[in-house]
Every structure is written in structure tokens, then in C-alpha cells.
């Protein structure tokens, strides 16, 4: 069974002209997440692959056929990867379940070479397997014209929709966006499934989004590696026994959030490391710390507005801390 947050539904029915996401990787204000980012803590070891045609409509032609399973575990750019076809479907699975942490909890990966020709999947969850939700998709592209086979799209017009970015970049998700269906345990995520989107343009064919618009991605491309190219799905937050403990950042004061010129943190505990990474993972230069008996002030006056992680190492445990920063 798969829902949606008919809140989300609502919400996206209002204003579908103007609004704009996150632009593509390297651009400020981009979400894309670097593979090799220390936020991620594990790959997808179990993949299971439904293919889809080489061009929905014409099934004599066959089903996608590039790549084998196995290819979408592991780390990103590793070992290859797999095309879903038109309206195909992967189902990952993980070593430990994928919980709702502070910020985005996994990222999936695809092969964009440009990250302007991008093949879309919606990105669903589940807690057992069988009860599946889906993150709310929006797309914004202009349906007055056809997208064909080797077209291009405009990040800041899709969001919740893997394959926004290009290669070796993931497109992040947060489980807390779908924190209010009952019937999921996002703090115990065992199963990531994608769906390839059928970027048709024709009504008997087209993927909607959450809001009932078309989808448009390049089509039709009947060839072996048609469709959404699945490369790997990395874990941020998950349940490893073994790793160290995660203190959940309500513990602390952090304010202002968003941050202006400078941020407060008030810790009690003692401090043994403090980081601030970006929002792809790579540490961030030219933020002031300072330490007090209380916490620490950070300056961020030189930092671009988006967002960053405070990563926290404690004497026991360690704190991950989202940072907005507005001027």
C-alpha cells in the first residue's frame, strides 16, 4: 500500500508557477551531497530490480536490460549501475535500519553526466516491507512542450524526486517530512524503494507528481539503459548498535536559528572536536569558534546563506546540529 501526506498534497497545489528549489550541484543553495561525505555512514547492501520497458507503449521492444542488481549496493561511482526502464522499480535494503535523524537521513544517487540531463524516481520508504509511502514529488517543468530524448531540465523546478543531481552527487530526502503516517516507523526505515518516472508528455503514459501535474524527464529513449540509471542509496542516520551514540540536538541551545552573524551553541558536557561541514560534507573554512564555559559562539558572518552541520564530539557521545544561515 503507498500514501501520501495529503497536507503535502495541499500545500504543493498552491502556487505551481513560481516556486523554486534547490539549483544543481556546486551552486550555492544546492542540496547535493558529495559522495565521499563524512555524513555518510553506510551503502545499500540488498537490491532488488523490477525492469521496465524500453518504451512504455511498446513493449515488442523489450525491457531495460543494463546493469545487474548487485551494481546498486555499495558506494557511489564504485561499481556501475542499474536502469529501472519506463516505470521500473529498485528495492534496497540496508545492514541497519535508517532512522530520522537531525537534516536529511539517506541519499540516493544517479549518472547524470551534466546534471542538467536527469532521469527522475519517486523515492518511497517502508517500515516491514509492505506498507510503503512516498515523499511528496513536485515538478514545476513546463508541460506546454515535450521533453525528448536528450532535453534537458531545470533542478530549481523538481524537488523530493531522485535524480536531480549529477553523477557522484546525491539528492538528499528527510524521513521527517513523512513523520505523520502512522503506519511507518520513521526511526526504523528498513526498505527504500524507487520508481522510474515516465517523463511522457501523453496522458495515457505520464507520471504525476503529488499535486497531479506531469513529470517530464527525456523520453522516450529505448535504449538498454533507459530510464532512471540507479548508481547507490548512502545512509546518514541509521540504528548501528555499534556506533557511537547520537544525542538528539534538542538537548542543547542553539539560537538564532537561522543564524545571522553569529550562532550560539550552550552545551554542558565537555568538548573534545568541533566541525562545521557543509551540507555536501566537505569541512567549511573561515568559521570563527569560540569556546566558552557554556558552549561555543560560531561567526558565520563569512559563510553563503544555506545550510551546514555542526558536528559536536563530546567526551561520550556526539551531536549533529543543522545550521541555517540567513544574513
Known amino acids: 500500500m503507498l500514501r501520501f501526506s495529503l497536507l503535502s498534497i495541499l500545500f504543493l497545489l498552491w502556487n505551481t508557477g513560481s516556486a523554486q528549489f534547490a539549483p544543481a550541484a556546486g551552486e550555492p543553495g544546492s542540496t547535493a551531497i558529495w559522495k565521499d561525505s563524512t555524513i555518510f555512514k553506510a551503502w545499500a547492501t540488498g537490491a532488488e530490480i523490477f525492469r521496465g520497458p524500453l518504451q512504455v507503449g511498446a513493449d515488442s521492444l523489450g525491457v531495460a536490460?543494463?546493469?545487474?542488481?548487485?551494481?546498486?549496493?555499495?558506494?557511489?561511482?564504485?561499481?556501475?549501475l542499474v536502469s529501472l526502464g519506463d516505470g521500473g522499480q529498485a528495492i534496497l535494503t540496508?545492514?541497519?535500519?535508517?532512522?530520522?535523524?537531525?537534516?536529511y537521513d539517506f541519499a540516493v544517487f544517479e549518472n547524470s553526466f551534466d546534471g542538467i540531463f536527469l532521469e527522475l524516481a519517486f523515492v518511497e520508504v517502508s517500515s516491514d516491507g509492505e506498507n510503503y509511502v512516498r515523499f511528496p514529488a513536485t515538478s514545476l517543468t513546463d508541460t506546454t512542450w515535450t521533453i525528448g530524448p536528450f532535453d534537458y531540465l531545470e533542478a530549481?523546478?523538481?524537488?523530493?524526486l531522485a535524480g536531480k543531481y549529477k553523477a557522484g552527487f546525491g539528492t538528499p530526502f528527510d524521513l521527517e517530512e513523512l513523520s505523520s503516517f502512522p503506519e511507518l516507523n520513521v526511526n526504523a526505515i528498513t526498505h527504500v524503494r524507487l520508481v522510474d518516472v515516465v517523463g511522457s508528455n501523453q496522458n495515457e503514459f505520464?507520471?504525476?507528481?503529488?499535486?497531479?501535474?506531469k513529470i517530464l524527464d527525456p523520453w522516450p529513449t529505448p535504449f538498454p539503459s533507459c530510464g532512471f540509471d540507479l548508481d547507490a542509496v548512502g545512509v546518514i542516520h541509521h540504528n548501528d548498535p555499534a556506533a557511537t551514540q547520537e544525542v538528539p540536538c534538542s538537548k542543547y541551545q542553539v539560537y538564532p536559528q537561522p543564524a545571522d552573524v553569529f550562532q550560539q551553541v550552550v552545551i554542558q558536557d565537555e568538548i573534545i572536536n568541533f566541525t562545521l561541514l557543509s551540507i555536501a560534507g566537505r569541512k567549511v573554512a573561515g568559521a570563527i569558534v569560540l569556546q566558552n564555559q557554556q558552549g561555543f559562539q560560531i561567526n558565520t558572518s563569512t559563510l553563503q546563506n544555506g545550510t551546514y552541520y555542526m558536528c559536536i564530539q563530546l567526551k561520550n557521545n556526539k551531536a549533529i546540529i543543522p545550521c541555517i544561515v540567513a544574513h
Open 206 to 213: 505520464c507520471s504525476r507528481d503529488a499535486g497531479g501535474r
Open 65 to 80: 536490460s543494463a546493469g545487474e542488481p548487485e551494481l546498486a549496493t555499495g558506494a557511489a561511482l564504485s561499481n556501475g
Open 156 to 160: 530549481t523546478k523538481l524537488n523530493n
Open 94 to 103: 540496508f545492514p541497519f535500519s535508517i532512522k530520522n535523524g537531525p537534516g
